[in-house]
């Protein structure tokens, strides 16, 4: 499980890109699913930050998922600035909830779980062995033709 603490305003959004760039590079992610979790993460953070505290971020694979849970906020951060259910695309007047809809957009699922104290950002990865075995045919392709060529 890999896992970064960020300090409210001490550059997050260096460490958020790091931390997602390794996980992609881990398990052979293509860009625009990369781009997803940066950017669902990084509004997180955001919204984090905008209550002044700080948060630890926990990423876990579990089968056809990968997990990003937010924990161990320094201060006791309102989860119910988080409540959009009722809401529609038209009906926001806040940049946070502007954020939520972001975030709802990108992710295949947004657990705030008030009880322990912890937002869980999850997202579907059913297209990763697909882009691992398209990876992988090219490099094939690519090692066949330079040994024909030889």
């Known amino acids: 499980m890999n896992v970064i603490e ?10 958020i890109e790091s931390f997602i760039e390794e996980i992609c590079d881990k398990f052979n992610i293509g860009d625009t699913f990369l781009g997803n979790l940066l950017i669902a993460i ?7 930050e905008k209550q002044n505290s700080d948060v630890s971020i926990s990423f876990q694979k579990q089968s056809k998922k990968f997990l990003f849970e937010f924990s161990n906020f320094s201060k006791n951060f309102n989860l ?9 695309i038209g009906d926001v007047t806040s940049e946070i909830e502007d954020s939520l809809f ?10 705030i779980d008030k009880q322990k104290s912890k937002i869980v950002v999850a997202f579907l990865n ?14 094939l392709s690519n090692f066949l033709n330079q040994r024909i060529k030889v």
């Open 126 to 139: 059913t297209g990763v062995d697909e882009v691992i075995s398209n990876h992988r045919k090219e490099y």
């Open 102 to 111: 972001m975030i709802n957009a990108l992710c295949d699922d947004l657990i």
């Open 6 to 15: 960020l300090k409210n305003g001490q550059g997050s959004l260096n460490k």
């Open 42 to 48: 990084s509004e997180v953070v955001n919204i984090v």
């Open 80 to 88: 119910d600035y988080l409540n959009i259910t009722n809401k529609k």
